[in-house]
């Protein structure tokens, strides 16, 4: 590669074809940007691509694509399926007629739960029932009063919180039929008792006690659900396990698909004329007034999709047995790959500090594959009550994973890097890791992506948008102080524009020319730009 040739790739970023898009697995990368990154590093028939955090799969997919022999590493049990099912897709008339056939089994015998006077129920509006600290009555959400943002108890004017934990019940205040006609209920209609204290087998795990995620201590998977939808999804969980081994990995993709359509984490809102379900707050908050949706349409739906995914994966080049998949902590696992030495080219997207604790949102897909492993062995930082996600334990495993690949790598082996953030201890505690473990920028460009997340859009001010891609080699080379390439490259930037650049958009520039120029780490909070929290 031409030295900085990196740096002036231009690819303008697509959507997602059917084969990343059958799964709602978090921050896919643009597929065709991935590939030209890792078409400019080098990437072909015959060499060893590692991605030490596989997620949703697409890179390692992409670099099967153009030849290479793939192997990944993961410690969120999804993603090492979804992964795994990426580069060898199973197939997709046989996951059609056994996961089908289970459907229909399960929603006839099902059917009488889900009956509203002899007809099929489409969904439900829940309310949710807390009881009023100061009066002790029972109150539900669309009984109280409300001032802006605050519920007041009826009865006594108390001060009501109708989150998940307070939840002891639900009252149903309207139904949806199968053919479209609606029921409004009366407010001593039934009360549905929470799901508290009863047995979800394998699917009901436990979570992680995490304020930032709404994750309260005793939460359990089965919280999120009504009793007949929860007891549904453990029956189809349960009935996968008897499908044939070939359809077992897409089957279960599309059940985890599915659940949060499935769960009390969509809120009503207009009558759903203003947008379907969809599950978009970062964490996991059930609306006062909230959505029973029947699971067999949305599993069908998912289905159909996972059916379109996986015919489009089955029709790419350089699917098979011959990758590999890894469970486990990229940290550890580096330290006893048998691919020692022989990796052309790493894609390293790691966890973007903060940003997003990915194997704990991922808790409620994890659940009904039953297994929820420890988030303590993410590369994270996180709210987690036990404290054991901070900034020091952060940079920690940054550094252990960039010794590990220096060790996988060829001598002429490249890092191909992803990530973005607007706090400064993120980027620290990855140019100190890769710098400290012998790896230079060769080049560095910015991506805007295809289409923004709901994320960025629900908090403009705190989320990034889009990713930094950059390319590292070993090198004996020392970072360097220079400062002034990286104010000078700010003042280009606003000389060239008509009016001046938003402050994100000025700190990329300076993050940029920080990357190819080598720019210690250390000195990167001497930049004016990229101060962020210390």
Known sequence: MRPDAFSHLAVTAQTHPAGYAFH?????????????????CGVGPGEVVLDPFCGSGVPLSEAAALGATCVGLDVNPVAVLLTSATLQPPDPTRFLEFFGALLNETEREFAPRYAVDGQPLHHAVHATVVVCSACQRRVAADESAKRGRIYTCPHCTGRLAFNLENLVATRVVRVVLADGNQRLLDPAHEVAAANRNQHGGV????????????????????????????ALLTQVAGRIADLPADVRPA????????????????????DLTTGGPAWTVPGFWVPPLHLEMHPIAHLRARMHRTHKGFLHLAGMAGRGPHHRVDAGDAATALTTLP????????????????????????????SFLGRVPDPGLDLAVSNRTRGDGDWPSYGAGMAAVAQGLKTVLRPDGKALVTFNNKDLRAWQALLAALQQAGFRCQGAFYQHPAVVSAKAQLAPDGSYVGDVYSVFAQSAEAPTDDLAAVHAAVQ????????????????????????????????????RLLRGPA
């Not at 089957?251 to 207009?270: D, P, Y």
């Open 339 to 366: 691919e020692r030495g022989q990796v052309a080219v790493a894609f390293v997207d790691p966890p973007y500090g903060d940003s997003v604790p990915f194997l704990e949102f991922s808790s409620l897909w994890n």
């Open 492 to 527: 280009q930037a606003l000389r060239a524009a008509t009016s001046r650049p938003s402050d994100e958009a000025l700190a990329r520039v300076a993050m940029l020319a920080a990357l190819r120029g080598n720019l210690d780490a250390r000195l990167l909070s001497s930049v």
């Open 251 to 270: 089957a279960r993709l599309t059940l985890t698909a599915a659940v949060a359509q499935c769960s009390r984490l969509i809120a009503w809102r207009n």
């Open 24 to 40: 709602k697995y978090w921050s896919r990368k643009p597929h065709n940007v991935v590939r030209a990154a890792l078409q400019a």
């Open 203 to 230: 699917c009901d795990q436990p979570f992680e006690p995490n304020a930032r995620i709404l994750a309260f201590r005793g939460m359990r998977t089965q919280d999120l659900f009504t009793q007949r939808n929860f």
